[in-house]
Every structure is written in C-alpha cells, then in structure tokens.
C-alpha cells in the first residue's frame, strides 16, 4: 500500500501555484469508540460528519451529509500525500469491492479527486443503496475495501467501525436539528 501511495503523490504532484483549500471549523465534536461525529462550519455552510481516523495514520473514512441535503449522504475516504496539490481535479475512477465483515460484497466505482490548496487525494464512492450501507456500518465490525490498480494486485485497506452506528445517528440528527 505504501508503494502505491507513493505513486500516486509522485504522480499528483503538481508545480502550479497553490491557494489554500477551504478550511471549516469543527464544531460540536464527540468520541464514538473508534469514531467522531461533528459538525463542520464555514460561515452559513455546515456539514456533518461521522469519521473514523484510527485505522490508519494517514487515511480517515467519512459518512458526511449537508445541511439541507439531509437525506443524501456519501462515503467518503481521505488519504494525505506529501504535498498540498495546485489544482482541483479528478485523477482517476477505479472499480472498487466494498464489504461490512461478512455481507455480500458491492462492486462498485470509486472517483479519486484532489482539491486545489489540500494535502490529501479524496475517494468518492458511488452507491446505489445507501441506507443499507449505513445501516450495515452501524450493525458491523469492520469495513473492507479493494481498489483494482490494472496489472497490479488491488490495494486493500480495512476501517474499524466499532462506534460507527452511535456516531452516524449523531451526524444525522445534527443535520436534521440545523435543518429545522
């Protein structure tokens, strides 16, 4: 895994000029076992987040939703690079397994993204039955996911969720509370 991260900041190292990227202030923020629920403020834009940062030390996975936009959450993983990237863009979209402990596996996409200003590559997942997911996250022990890399084995990380569930029905009932 170190060596395909390597790869990937080598080739996302970019020499145009930076800006730094949007930085929202943490707010409200509570420990769930090996997750946090908080949310996340930049003037009038908030956004809740449960996230779960200890599995790795340069890598958290997120279920966030936005405010008004309650009922549409999405998984998302960050990985930090070395250096902060000079432009935003999609970098790649890759086939992607995704499996709760025991659950049938869900094949699904994955869009790696960077953001101008940021230190990290972000991955995006695309899943059709989110409320499963969530459900399954909240009820499970671990989280598996494999990244295929073409002609390369699949780069496989694995998240903890214990806390996962209380952590979700947090972030869910902030954004639902700032709604109102």
Known sequence: MKLFLIALASALLLTA???????????????????????????????????ETQSYSDSTLSLNATQGVCD?????MRV??????????????V??????????????????????????????????DMPALIHQMGQGEQLFLGFDQGEQPPWYMTFQLEGAGRAIERMQSLCEAAAR
Do not use: C
Not at 18 to 37: C, I, K, R, Y
Not at 82 to 90: A, F, H, N, R, Y
Not at 103 to 122: K, L, N
């Open 17 to 51: 000029p930076l800006t730094p990227a949007a930085s929202f202030n943490m707010e409200d923020v509570q420990t769930h076992g090996q997750w946090q629920s908080m949310t996340l403020a930049l003037g009038n834009e908030h956004h809740f987040r449960a996230v």
């Open 80 to 93: 930090t690079l070395e250096q902060q990237q000079g432009e935003s863009k999609t970098v790649n979209l």
């Open 95 to 128: 086939p992607t397994r995704l499996r709760i402990d025991e659950q049938p596996v869900v094949d699904t996409m994955a869009e790696f993204i960077t953001e101008r200003g940021d230190d990290g590559f972000y991955v995006h997942f695309y899943l059709a």
């Open 72 to 76: 549409l959450p999405w998984l998302e």
